[in-house]
Antibody, heavy 120, light 110 residues
Framework: QLQLQESGPGLVKPSETLSLTCTVSGGSISSTSYYWGWIRQPPGKGLEWIGSIYYSGSTYYNPSLKSRVAISVDTSKNQISLRLSSVTAADTAVYYC????????????WGQGTLVTVSS | QSALTQPASVSGSPGQSITISCTGTSSNVGSYNLVSWYQQHPRKAPKLMIYEGSKRPSGVSNRFSGSKSGNTASLTISGLQAEDEADYYCCSYAGSSTLVFGGGTKLTVL
């Protein structure tokens, strides 16, 4: 059974960089059929796609966040990572990683999510 | 990239049918048959309910169905049950390898 687990600091200071890791177990991150994505959800609000990465390292970002986002992949560790720079309180959210199916453009497996709060 | 438009809330009684709309533009919903729908219960991760507009993943009840007309996609839940009470989100491919979500709809089962 595929499982995704997000990890990283739960508290980040304004203007600093948010860094999260997603570890995939029960399947290979190097599958040609899938991207691996990050989605976030501010408290009480809706979902926002941040970006996705292919095992080869090709990345696709939400245009509204592109200038601050970097997603990377480590196939040896079966992990993807998210870096979001110059954070503000508006970046406070639950951050999910999810498997993003290439052919059908949907997220079929999700991690449980991790809350990141931006505060001094 | 603006969010897709969903009603903030819908409600229905057990056994009834409800429909949630998801309105986009000719740049996303209208151009691709790549709309997906997600169910999210409180404090839980979203769950895929419909993909490619009308297809159900294995294990999802056939009470859930999806359709599209022009720039608007729809999710219909028939035979409403108490456990269907949740938030529902649509998501569409928007070209250039980007995706956009709807604002979400809270379904209340009366």
């Amino acid at each position: 059974q595929l499982q995704l687990q997000e990890s990283g600091p739960g508290l980040v200071k304004p203007s600093e960089t948010l860094s999260l890791t997603c570890t995939v177990s029960g399947g290979s991150i190097s599958s040609t059929s899938y991207y691996w994505g990050w989605i976030r959800q501010p408290p009480g609000k809706g979902l926002e796609w941040i970006g996705s990465i292919y095992y080869s390292g090709s990345t696709y970002y939400n245009p509204s966040l592109k200038s601050r986002v970097a997603i990377s992949v480590d196939t040896s560790k079966n992990q993807i990572s998210l870096r979001l720079s110059s954070v503000t309180a508006a970046d406070t959210a639950v951050y999910y990683c999810a498997r993003h199916r290439v052919a059908t453009e949907n997220f079929d497996y999700w991690g449980q999510g991790t809350l990141v709060t931006v505060s001094s | 990239q603006s969010a897709l438009t969903q009603p903030a809330s819908v409600s229905g009684s057990p056994g009834q049918s409800i429909t949630i709309s998801c309105t986009g533009t000719s740049s996303n919903v209208g151009s691709y048959n790549l709309v997906s729908w997600y169910q999210q219960h409180p404090r839980k991760a979203p769950k895929l309910m419909i993909y490619e507009g009308s297809k159900r993943p294995s294990g999802v009840s056939n009470r859930f169905s999806g359709s599209k007309s022009g720039n608007t996609a729809s999710l219909t839940i028939s035979g409403l049950q108490a456990e269907d009470e949740a938030d529902y989100y649509c998501c569409s491919y928007a070209g250039s390898s980007t995706l956009v979500f709807g604002g979400g709809t809270k379904l209340t089962v009366l």
